[in-house]
């Protein structure tokens, strides 16, 4: 968030739609500076410090619109307060908008749902976590530093989809101040018309040093290679499919193993949520781990 106390949200709002402005269409600009300026008068915001706004002004409003407003508008209007806070905060909108869903639908709590609900329900993640964690326990004692297990934690970690990962460089990681700088996807109006280019996420001691072991013993040099990804195989950048391949073969590995200990219980029941697990599972469940650890 910005540090600057004497920017109020009016500034921001009007930073951010000029930056829209610039390579968005007409009809997106007009659609976000209305919406941000309905924000702004139902919550009364406008003079607060930036520095003290949360999603909590976001959620009340989104709570105002959904007896009022169709399920589409609502969903529009929520996308639009994320990509706004995103580009101030400089901060990853899927997990602003799932934050301001999931505050929504508590406050709703108790309440008759209605078509918006429903909508904004079906948006939030639904993963088998244990399976998941199963998956990334095998890898840290049994395939540790290696390219699935550092790609996997680095999914969940940062809460990224496995395309934005995989397209990661060398440059975009510093070892030294643990950081990895993050794209935003284009499937929002901070990437899509490069309102920002990157998000700073700050990893644990323990993705740092995964990081470290992959890239002093793992990382295969490419023979043929424009820039230098992070993620390689002999003949460069590793593609979307091979990661799936090589997320399931180690998943089938998982499930091989749960089979052969069936023989109890408690391993009949461990085995019985268990699943294969596939990189949007891991996406899913780190955009879990993050909402629920704000």
């Known amino acids: 968030m910005n540090n600057n106390n004497s920017l109020t949200v009016a500034v921001a709002i009007d930073s951010y739609l000029t930056a829209l402005a610039q390579d968005a269409p007409s009809s997106t600009h007009a659609s976000h500076k209305s919406t941000l300026c309905s924000f702004v008068a139902a919550c009364d915001v406008g003079e607060d410090p930036i520095t003290e706004l949360t999603t909590r002004p976001a959620s009340s409003f989104v709570v105002q619109q959904i007896t009022s407003k169709n399920a589409a508008t609502v969903e529009s209007e929520v996308s639009t307060l994320a990509n706004f806070l995103a580009y101030t905060w400089a901060s990853a909108p899927k997990l602003i908008e799932l934050s301001i869903i999931t505050e929504c639908l508590n406050r709703r709590s108790g309440t008759n749902s209605n078509a918006a609900t429903v909508r904004l329900s079906s948006k939030l993640p639904e993963v088998d976590e244990t399976a998941v964690e199963q998956y990334l326990k095998y890898l840290r004692c049994s395939a540790y530093g290696r390219r699935t297990h550092t790609i996997a934690e680095l999914i969940v970690a940062t809460a990224s989809q ?54 002093k013993y793992e990382r295969v040099s490419p023979d043929v290679s424009k820039d230098e990804p992070l993620f390689t195989t002999q ?60």
């Open 235 to 294: 003949r460069g950048r590793l593609s979307l499919s091979h990661l799936r391949r090589s997320v399931r073969e180690t998943s089938e590995t998982v499930l091989s193993q749960a089979n052969k200990t069936a023989d109890s219980e408690q391993s009949e029941k461990q085995h019985s949520v268990s699943q294969h697990v596939t990189p949007e599972m891991l996406w899913q469940y780190g955009l879990v781990q993050s909402v629920t650890a704000q």
């Open 162 to 215: 496995p395309v934005v990962v995989r397209q990661l460089n060398t440059a975009d990681l510093n070892l030294k101040s643990g950081r990895v700088e993050i794209p935003f996807s284009d499937r929002y109006a901070i990437g899509k018309y490069n309102l920002r280019p990157s998000q700073t996420v700050t990893l644990s001691g323990q993705h740092i040093d995964t990081l470290k072991t992959y890239l």
